[in-house]
């Protein structure tokens, strides 16, 4: 189960990083044949997709940082129960 886990985060910090680059560049290039901007759209997507692509990597591995420490430990000593207080 614990490999499926990291099956799923490795997807998903792939989606995160190329989804916004991809779609950045792809959204310039379709806004320069549609309205014959100049090469600058281009660039301009590039720089906002590598923008987009950083944010997304940054926030994964915040989440994959924070799942990989709430996992309880097993040497943890048990809650104390409500008739156990002193």
Do not use: C, E, Y
């Not at 792939?14 to 290039?29: M, R």
């Not at 097993?74 to 008739?83: H, K, T, W």
Request: charged share 15%.
């Amino acid at each position: 189960m614990k490999n499926l886990n990291l099956l799923v985060w490795l997807t998903q910090l792939g989606i995160s990083v190329a989804g916004p680059l991809a779609g950045f560049i792809l959204l310039a290039v379709w806004l320069r044949q549609r309205f014959a901007l100049g090469m600058w759209v281009i660039l301009l997507g590039i720089v906002l997709g590598i923008a987009g692509a950083v944010d997304g990597f940054r926030v994964s591995m915040k989440a994959m940082d924070r799942m990989s420490k709430d996992k309880p430990d097993g040497n943890d000593p048990p809650p104390v129960s409500f008739n156990d207080h002193a």
